[in-house]
Structure formats: C-alpha cells, structure tokens
C-alpha cells in the first residue's frame, strides 16, 4: 500500500463547476498536509496547507481534513480552464520528519470551458 | 527574485556515463531535497539536508546514487553509472526548515535521458 493515495484521474470539469480531488494516507502520525499544483512540464507549488481537522478555506479553494479517516480534499469551486492540472497530495509528520513530504502520485484535472 | 536553481535543465546520455546535476537552494533555506519524478511512481524523494548534513538518503539506490552539499549554495545529486531505468525528472526543493510548514519552493528540475 502506497503511504499517499490518489485517483490518477483525469477529472473532468466544465467550467464554473466545482471540483473534488481526494486524498487518503496511511501513516497515522501523519500531521501535516499539502496540496501542491503542477502544470505540466513545471514544478509542484504549494496551494494549501492544513494541519487541524476540518475546513481551511483560501480564495476558490477550500482544503478538509478527517484524520480519523485519514483524508484529505481539496475542493476548487467555480473552475477555470487554468485551473487545469496535476494536483499532489503531499503529507509530513512526526514519523517521517515535519519536512520531509510524502508525496501521491497526483490527479490530473482538466476544466473544459 | 528567490528561486531555486538546476543545472543541466535537459541531459541525454548514454548508459554507463556518470552524471552530475546541481542545485543552489534559496538564500537562507537550511533544508534541501532531491526528488525524481516519474509517470508511474510519481515524486520519490532521494535524500535530504538540514544545515547540510545528510539527514535521509534511504530513497536513494546506495550502488550508484549519492548526493552531498559542499557548501550552503550548492547540493550536487551524482548517479554513476547511469542506466536507462534512472531516466526521470529530479526535482531539487528547498525549504526554510522552520516549524510545520511544508512549503518547499521547487526548482524547474533537470529532465535525465539515459539511452
């Protein structure tokens, strides 16, 4: 079992939509965690950041938190054809080092306008 | 204007050649992280740096792998000799190494063709 989990997608949007991407863990001690962006052909960027169960909201996106599930999402409302890309769930913690990111393999949206 | 920088963007070699790619990290950032990006494994982290010092290189095959930081401005990940499965983006990132936060700021990486 791969320590990040996501659907590799794509996840296909229109326009104006709201889009959902998830993200499952498996470290337990786990207790920081990341969205990173990646166009394609660039380098990952970080979006959001969440350390605390529940809600973090930033502009269009909002990032949740259950770490008794063990899941994290990050919701995009009203896409944008820009919006368009690889979005990596990454994860740190005390059993890994607070720095050091574990990383999904990513999922790939595409907002069609 | 604070970025990370890599060097070669693009290396096409043959198998068995050594290469070398480089990173100066941001100004002031104490931790530094080699990452190889794949299609179908994603982002492996290789090794890590606090303060320069090696502090997790367990991703990293020990054989022919190995990455050091002569000084604060410069992390060099080597691979000899090369072969064509190390073929990859490698991805350097640095961070302020303060607190929770994640932020890695990441280089536009060095694409690695082994033929």
Known sequence: QKEVEQNSGPLSVPEGAIASLNCTY??????????????????PELIMSIYSNGDKEDGRFTAQLNKASQYVSLLIRDS?????????????????GFQKLVFGTGTRLLVSP | DARVTQTPRHKVTEMGQEVTMRCQ??????????????????????????????????????DRFSA??????????KIQP??????????????SGQG??????FGEGSRLTVL
């Open chain 1, 80 to 96: 944008q054809p820009s919006d368009s890309a690889t979005y990596l769930c990454a994860v740190s913690g005390m059993n890994t």
């Open chain 2, 82 to 95: 090369s072969e064509p499965r190390d073929s990859a983006v490698y991805f350097c990132a640095s961070g």
């Open chain 1, 26 to 43: 498996s470290d337990r001690g786990s207790q920081s965690f990341f969205w990173y962006r990646q166009y394609s052909g660039k380098s």
């Open chain 2, 68 to 77: 050091e930081m002569p000084d604060a401005t410069l992390a060099t990940l």
């Open chain 2, 25 to 62: 990290p941001i100004l002031g950032h104490n931790t530094v992280f080699w990452y190889r990006q794949t299609m179908m494994q994603g982002l492996e982290l290789l090794a890590y740096f606090r303060n320069r010092a090696p502090l997790d290189d367990s991703g990293m095959p020990k």
């Open chain 2, 100 to 105: 929770r936060t994640g932020e890695l700021f």
